[in-house]
């Protein structure tokens, strides 16, 4: 079974920058299009990005666009989502998701990491 497993979340202040992480096991990630969520307090989970399977194709939501950006090397089985330009209403736990069917922002994923904590204050 895939296991996915996220880290690189922090306390930055507003403007800064962080990188997040998405490493798998269990299985090869080029079978799979990877997403990441968030999800803040009182909050439903929204979705962030998501790339395919092969990198070609990736989407971002409205609010991060041209901030964020989602990378994958599948050599490696690891995802990444760099984050610029970070707002305090960034501030959320953060997943990745995989799922064996094309990535969207919304939509039901088969796999997920146990999320990492990205805190954008001053």
């Known amino acids: 079974q895939l296991q996915l497993v996220e880290s690189g979340g922090g306390l930055v202040q507003p403007g800064g920058s962080l990188r997040l992480s998405c490493a798998a096991s269990?299985?090869?990630?080029?079978?799979?299009?990877i997403a990441w969520f968030r999800q803040a307090p009182g909050k439903e989970r929204e979705g962030v990005s998501c790339?395919?399977?092969?990198?070609?194709?990736?989407d971002y939501a409205d609010s991060v666009k041209g901030r964020f950006t989602i990378s994958r090397y599948n050599a490696k089985n690891m995802a990444w989502l760099q984050m610029n330009s970070l707002k305090p209403e960034d501030t959320a736990v953060y997943y990745c998701?995989?799922?064996?069917?094309?990535?969207?922002?919304?939509?039901?994923?088969?796999?997920w990491g146990q999320g990492t904590q990205v805190t954008v204050s001053s």
């Open positions: 269990g299985s090869t990630l080029d079978h799979y299009d």
């Open positions: 998701a995989a799922t064996p069917y094309n990535c969207a922002l919304t939509g039901e994923y088969a796999y």
């Open positions: 790339i395919s399977r092969d990198g070609a194709g990736s």
